[in-house]
């Protein structure tokens, strides 16, 4: 296994993708991922105007970073429950940061912190009534995020929790309760939360909302829940130091970059991003629509999928095995368990397992890995693996950007634009028709007629 070298926090080991990708290819490859990372550094490309994620670690606008820090604080002081209001760029990284640091049980092992809970991420009802019905009595806070200020499916969770919150605790002190996460000027939550004297932080008008984890939109919600985020930052300063001065295969970024595209290409059409580590799961939900969203456009783009194991081994496992060869597979390791457990001995051996007796169960964990890796390239399933040096607040920023440096690289070797996301608004505009939103007349006669 990867053992953490002095600065290196992350490396791509591609050995189960050599029978499918040739050395040749990753020649071939290297001048296109060579002028990608030029676009994103010089800002040459399509949708630069999106790329203030590159330098972000070393622009941190340092007055509203202790002014997160601060908030964070008071909610942990006054609130048993900070309910984070979003969707998709203004929700994932935030909930996977939590989860990846914080262990799968957050909410159940607060150390004293409040518990976070995520709302505003869909319609439902019995959600929204689930969510009412666990704060109950108890004090909370809001963290209402939305760059655009005016999405629906936060707008009308805001509506409703800014009606609870204000009933339990008056206006005035509800205002003191209520945290605003948005453009610096425009959009209807910023005005409201200038004129109702909310504490507001910035979404920066160049960082797209799903390259945003690293601003307040990630990081309040990250430091309520008990998060290093000094060390978040720190880690993600180290990659963009590591990633964008390296113009070779030296930058895992260009492997992973690299790979994907050459497989793309040969007709590996959909992506498995698959972890043996269950706290990885929102992580794999940030990465699915960082690379949908990025990617997934005029007509082209890999189709990013995930899977947990070893769970899904028993479910998904028997089409990755033998179905459609369309797929390619990465895998990523977390590093060594905090904690090791080991398989006892039993005197008589009721399940057979005394052959694992003494071993540890991360033991148990990487074999399965090892197994599932060989019998998918035996399968047709080239496969990576991402190794980090681990789960904790700095290897989740470092992750980060990672993430987002080989999102750039690869979308743009994809001839596409990484940062607009122009197909998210069909669905919208046929629901505001149907829901009879000024404006949208035509449109609903147009759809009730189909
Ligand atoms: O990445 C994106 O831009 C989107 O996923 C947005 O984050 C999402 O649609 C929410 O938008 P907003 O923050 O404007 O409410």
Not at 119 to 144: A, C, K
Not at 176 to 199: H, S
Request: net charge negative; glycine share 10%.
């Amino acid at each position: 296994m990867y053992e953490r070298g002095a600065d290196v926090m992350i490396n791509v080991n591609i050995d189960k993708t050599q029978k499918f990708v040739s050395q040749a290819e990753l020649e071939n490859i290297k001048t296109e991922l060579c002028t990608a990372h030029r676009k994103l550094l010089d800002g040459s490309g399509a949708g630069s105007d999106f790329l203030g994620w590159v330098k972000l670690p070393e622009n941190i606008d340092m007055e509203e970073f202790s002014r997160v820090k601060k908030c964070a604080e008071k909610i942990r002081s006054d609130s048993d429950v900070l309910l984070v209001i979003g969707i998709g760029g203004s929700y994932l990284g935030a909930r996977a940061a939590i989860e990846f640091v914080k262990g799968n049980f957050y909410n159940q092992r607060t150390n004293g912190g409040p518990e976070v809970y995520f709302v505003g991420n869909n319609l439902s009802t019995d959600y929204i009534n689930e969510i009412i019905e666990i704060i109950g009595e108890r004090d909370f806070s809001i963290n209402v995020i939305s760059k655009s200020g005016s999405t629906t499916e936060p707008a009308v969770a805001f509506r409703l929790f800014k009606e609870l919150i204000e009933k339990k605790y008056g206006k005035d002190e509800a205002k003191k309760r209520i945290y605003a996460t948005t453009d610096k000027c425009r959009g209807a939550l910023k005005t409201l939360a200038t004129n109702e004297g909310y504490e507001t932080f910035v979404v920066p008008d160049n960082i797209g909302g799903r390259y945003s984890v690293l601003t307040a939109v990630g990081l309040l919600p990250m430091a309520v829940a008990g998060i290093d985020v000094d060390a978040a930052l720190h880690g993600a300063k180290k990659a963009m130091d590591k990633l964008t001065n390296t113009e070779s295969f030296d930058n895992p970024a260009w492997i992973y970059a690299g790979v994907r595209n050459i497989l793309y290409r040969k007709g590996k059409k959909v992506e498995i991003l698959a972890c043996f580590e269950p706290k990885f799961k929102y992580m794999a939900e940030w990465w699915k629509q960082l690379y949908g969203e990025s990617e997934g456009k005029d007509n082209v783009g890999i189709f990013p999928a995930s899977v947990e194991l070893t769970a899904d081994l028993h479910s998904m496992g028997q089409y990755i095995q033998q179905g459609e060869r369309m797929l390619m597979e990465t895998f990523v390791s977390l590093g060594k368990p905090q904690e090791n457990i080991i398989v006892p001995e039993n005197s008589q051996d009721f399940d057979g397992l005394n052959y694992l007796a003494g071993k540890n169960v991360d033991y148990v964990n990487q074999n399965a890995y090892l197994g599932t890796a060989i019998a998918h390239e035996d399968g047709g399933v080239p496969n990576m693996l991402i190794e980090l040096s681990g789960s904790d607040s700095e290897n989740f920023g470092y992750m980060v950007y990672f993430f987002e440096f080989a999102c750039g690289l690869s979308g743009y070797t994809l001839n596409v634009n990484p940062f607009d996301q122009p197909g998210v608004e069909a669905y919208k505009k046929n629901m505001f028709a149907l829901l009879g939103k000024p404006g949208y007349e035509d449109l609903a006669k147009e759809i009730l007629k189909k």
